[in-house]
C-alpha cells in the first residue's frame, strides 16, 4: 500500500509536476506567471498544455474542462474530450495552450443578474494559473476565472482574485514606508474549519424536505438531542471513521491539506479542517473538499449535509474562516513580532483590520448572507448577526493603553511608548477561545465565524480583504505626506483606536444584553436577515469603496445584490413549496388515519364499559384532531400566501414579504405538526423522527 506522501498531490498538477516536465525556460516563465502575476506568452501556455496533457493522460484522463465557481454558489463544468480526429481515419489526443488559457462555456442559463441578456449567451473562462491544475475522475480540471464579453465578473473567482491585489498593492505601500523594500508581495491566507452532518442514505431518502431542501422543515424535538454535549469531541464511531479516512485520502490526492477532524457539539455532525493556504486556493479547495465530502459519503451510504441549519433545536453548522497576511518573505503581519519596530508594525495591521471592520460592517454581514444562515445567526449557537471583534484581555489592555496614554502593566509599568516598547508575546492560551465572538484574534490571525457550512467561502474574503485595503490605503494615504514618520505613526494608531474602539467586544456574544449594547449604546449594525443587510450592499460608502478598489463594477455589484436577493427568495418558496406537499400529503392523512383508529378503540371501549369517557384515546383524539383543523386552515394560509409572494415582482420587495408574512407562517405550521407528531404514535407519522435521523449512523 501507498504511504500518504507517497499518494499526496498525486491528481495535482503541482509545482514538483511542473519542475519535472517542462523545460528550464518554460517553468521559469510560467514561475513568473503563477508568483508576480505576470502575462503568459502563448507559446509557453503551448508547452504547458502539452505537458499537462500528457501527465493528464498517465493518470487514465480522456477530457479536460474549465472548473469555475458561478454565482449559484457552487462549481461548474463541461466536459470535452481531448480526442481530434487525424488524417489516417484514427484519433489523436490534443489539448492546446489556447484551450487551456480560455474557454467559451454555453453560460446562458448561469445567474447574471442581469448582466448578460440571453441572446449574449457566450461567457469565457479563463485560466487561474495560480491555482493547480487536478485530476477528478477522468477530467483534468483547470481552475478558471468566469466573465461575460464586456469583461464583467459572473463568478466569485474573478473578484477574489481582484480583492488580493488590491491588498497586496496597498500593504505594499504600507511596508515601504517602513523601510521594508525587499517585499515583492503581500498575500492573505486562509484555513477554513467546516462543519458538516452525516446520516444514513437510507434515512435520508424518506425526508422529501432534506431533498429538495438540505434541512428538515418538520420534526419533534427529539428525546435526547445536545443537552449532555457528550458528542464533541467524543470517539468517532466506526462508520463515521471509515467515511473520514477515505475522506482524506481523496482529498490528499488532491493536494487538499486536510489536517483535523472531530465530532462536533451536535449528535451527527463532525468538522474538517485543513491546513491554510493562498486565498484564491483555499476557496478552490474548500469548494472541492465540499464536493467530495458529499461524494465520498455517498459510497458509504452516508449523505453528508451542508445546510446551515439541517435539524431545528440542534446547532447547524458553519465554518471558521481563519484568515491573516503573509509577506513573499513568510513574515505574518499579524503576527507580534520580536523588536519593538515589527512591533509597531503589527500594530499598524493589526489597526487596519479592527478599522476595516468597524466600517465594514454591513459588508461582512452581507457576505454571509444565505436564507440558510439566518437560521443560525443570533440563534444562541453561532456569533449574533451584530459584527464584532475579540482581541483577548492582553491586547485589549494594550490597545486600551496607547488610546489613554497610559502606563501598561505588562510593560514594566511605565508610558507605553510606540516604537520603544516590545510588546508581550500573545501566546494563544491568553487569546481566550471566545467561541461567541464573530471575528476573534486567535494569536497570529483573526478567525470570522459567521460564515454558513454551505457557503463559498470567496464571498467573506473579497469583502475582509477590500475593507482592509481600504484602511491600508487612507493609511498609508496619510503617512506618505508627514515629515516625521514616527510620531505621524503614533498619532495615527491612537487615533484608529479612539475612532474604532467600539467595535472591540471580549464578552459573551450571545448575551441580549450586549445585542442591546451594541446596537443602542455603540450604534452597530444588527441585520438579523437576509432582506434587512442585502440592499445595502448598494450603499454608496461600500460601492465607493469596492469600486475604487477595482474589484466590483456597479453593474457587477447590482447584479449581485439581485442574485442574492432571488436566491433568498427562490429558496424559502421552495421549503414552503415543500412543506404544504409534505403535511397535505403526508402528516395530515397520517393524522387522520391514527385519529380514526382512536374513534374506532374509544368505540369499542364504550361498548365494554358505557360511562368510560375521558380515557387516553379520548383525550388525545380530541388534542389531536383539532390539531389537524388548525393544520389544515394553517396550509390554507400559507399556500394563498406563498400565491402572494409569487406575483411580486420586484425581488426586494418579494424578500421583505417573505421575512415578513411568508417565513412566520412557515413557523406557525411547523409548530403545529411538530405538536402533533409528539402526539402520534410511530408507526402512523410517515417521517422519520428526529432520532431516527441524528442517531442513524453506526
Ligand atoms: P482551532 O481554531 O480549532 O483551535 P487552529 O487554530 O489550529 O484550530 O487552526 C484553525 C485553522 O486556522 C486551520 O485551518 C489552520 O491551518 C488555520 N491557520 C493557522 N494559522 C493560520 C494563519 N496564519 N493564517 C490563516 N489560517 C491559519
Ligand atoms: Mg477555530
Known amino acids: 500500500m501507498k504511504t500518504v506522501s507517497e499518494y499526496f498531490g498525486s491528481m495535482v498538477f503541482d509545482d514538483r509536476v511542473m519542475k519535472a516536465t517542462l523545460s528550464a525556460d518554460i517553468y521559469s516563465s510560467l514561475k513568473k506567471t503563477i508568483d508576480e502575476g505576470r502575462e503568459l506568452d502563448i507559446n509557453v501556455a503551448n508547452a504547458v498544455a502539452g505537458a499537462m496533457k500528457d501527465w493528464a493522460i498517465s493518470k487514465g484522463a480522456t477530457h479536460f474542462t474549465h472548473w469555475f465557481q458561478p454565482l449559484t454558489g457552487i462549481t461548474a463544468e463541461k466536459h470535452d474530450s481531448f480526442i481530434s480526429t487525424s488524417p489516417d481515419g484514427g484519433v489523436i489526443m490534443e489539448f492546446s495552450g489556447k484551450e487551456l488559457i480560455k474557454g467559451e462555456p454555453d453560460a446562458s442559463s448561469f445567474p447574471s443578474g442581469g448582466i448578460r441578456a440571453t441572446f449574449e449567451a457566450r461567457g469565457y473562462t479563463a485560466w487561474d494559473p495560480t491555482s493547480y491544475a487536478f485530476i477528478k475522475g477522468k477530467t483534468l480540471c483547470i481552475p478558471t476565472a468566469f466573465c461575460s464579453y464586456g469583461g464583467e465578473a459572473l463568478d466569485k473567482k474573478t473578484p477574489l482574485l481582484r480583492s488580493m491585489e488590491a491588498l497586496n498593492k496597498q500593504a505594499l505601500r504600507v511596508l515601504r514606508l517602513f523601510g521594508n523594500e525587499g517585499v515583492k508581495r503581500v498575500s492573505t491566507s486562509v484555513g477554513p474549519e467546516q462543519e458538516y452532518f452525516l446520516i444514513t442514505r437510507e434515512m435520508y431518502e424518506k425526508r422529501p424536505d432534506l431533498r429538495f431542501t438540505g434541512r428538515t422543515l418538520f420534526g419533534a424535538k427529539p428525546p435526547k438531542g445536545q443537552e449532555m454535549d457528550d458528542h464533541y469531541f467524543g470517539v468517532i464511531k466506526p462508520g463515521v471513521a471509515e467515511f473520514m479516512e477515505d475522506l482524506n485520502k481523496e482529498l490528499w490526492k488532491l493536494g487538499i491539506l486536510a489536517k483535523t477532524e472531530h465530532n462536533e457539539v451536535a449528535p451527527a455532525q463532525h468538522e474538517l479542517a485543513p491546513i491554510y493556504t493562498t486565498t484564491n486556493v483555499a476557496t478552490d479547495h474548500n469548494q472541492l473538499t465540499m464536493e467530495i465530502m458529499q461524494k465520498v459519503a455517498a459510497k458509504h451510504g452516508l449523505v453528508c449535509l451542508l445546510h446551515e441549519k439541517p435539524f431545528a433545536g440542534v446547532n447547524g453548522s458553519g465554518k471558521h474562516n481563519n484568515w491573516s497576511m503573509t509577506t513573499d518573505q513568510g513574515v505574518n503581519l499579524l503576527s507580534p513580532g520580536a523588536t519593538p519596530h515589527e512591533n509597531v508594525q503589527f500594530l499598524l495591521f493589526l489597526c487596519a483590520v479592527i478599522k476595516a471592520v468597524d466600517d465594514y460592517q454591513d459588508l461582512l454581514r452581507i457576505s454571509v448572507a444565505t436564507a440558510g444562515n439566518d437560521h443560525r445567526l443570533g440563534a444562541n449557537e453561532a456569533p449574533p448577526a451584530v459584527v464584532s471583534i475579540f482581541l483577548g ?36 492560551d491568553t487569546t481566550d477561545r471566545n467561541r ?21 467561502i470567496a464571498c467573506t474574503n473579497i469583502m475582509l480583504n477590500s475593507a482592509v485595503a481600504e484602511s491600508l490605503k487612507e493609511f498609508a494615504d496619510y503617512l506618505e505626506k508627514q515629515d ?72 457587477e455589484l447590482k447584479s449581485r445584490c439581485e442574485i442574492m436577493l432571488e436566491n433568498y427568495c427562490k429558496t424559502v418558496m421552495i421549503e414552503a413549496n415543500t412543506m404544504i406537499d409534505m403535511a397535505e400529503t403526508g402528516i395530515v392523512p397520517a393524522i387522520s388515519a391514527y385519529t380514526a383508529d382512536l374513534a374506532k378503540r374509544i368505540d369499542i371501549k364504550h361498548r365494554v364499559d358505557e360511562s368510560i369517557k375521558n380515557g387516553y384515546e379520548t383525550s388525545t383524539l380530541k388534542k389531536l384532531s383539532t390539531l389537524n383543523d388548525c393544520i389544515a386552515m394553517k396550509l390554507e394560509e400559507l ?18 414579504r417573505i421575512r415578513d408574512e411568508l417565513i412566520p407562517k412557515m413557523n406557525e405550521l411547523r409548530l403545529m405538526c411538530d405538536q402533533a407528531e409528539a402526539k402520534t404514535a410511530k408507526s402512523y407519522w410517515p417521517y422519520p423522527s428526529y432520532a431516527d435521523l441524528l442517531f442513524s449512523v453506526k
Open 639 to 656: 399556500e394563498e400566501e406563498l400565491h402572494k409572494v409569487h406575483v411580486i415582482d420586484d425581488v426586494e420587495n418579494q424578500s421583505y
Open 436 to 456: 461567541t465572538s464573530p471575528f476573534a484574534f486567535t494569536g497570529n490571525k483573526f478567525e470570522f465565524r459567521m460564515l454558513g457550512s454551505s457557503n463559498s
Open 484 to 555: 516625521n514618520f514616527e510620531d505621524a505613526l503614533q498619532k495615527l494608531i491612537h487615533e484608529a483606536i479612539k475612532e474604532h474602539k467600539r467595535i472591540l467586544f471580549n464578552g459573551n456574544g450571545y448575551d441580549e444584553t450586549w445585542i442591546k449594547e451594541a446596537t443602542e449604546e455603540r450604534g452597530l449594525k444588527n441585520y438579523r436577515t437576509t432582506p434587512d443587510c442585502m440592499p445595502h450592499l448598494l450603499d454608496k460608502k461600500n460601492t465607493d469603496m469596492l469600486i475604487g478598489h477595482g474589484v466590483f463594477s456597479m453593474v
Open 393 to 428: 484581555d492582553e491586547l485589549a489592555a494594550v490597545l486600551d493603553a496607547i488610546e489613554k496614554d497610559a502606563p501598561y502593566a505588562g510593560i514594566e509599568k511605565k508610558q507605553m511608548k510606540l516604537g520603544v516598547d516590545v510588546l508581550p508575546k500573545f501566546n494563544r
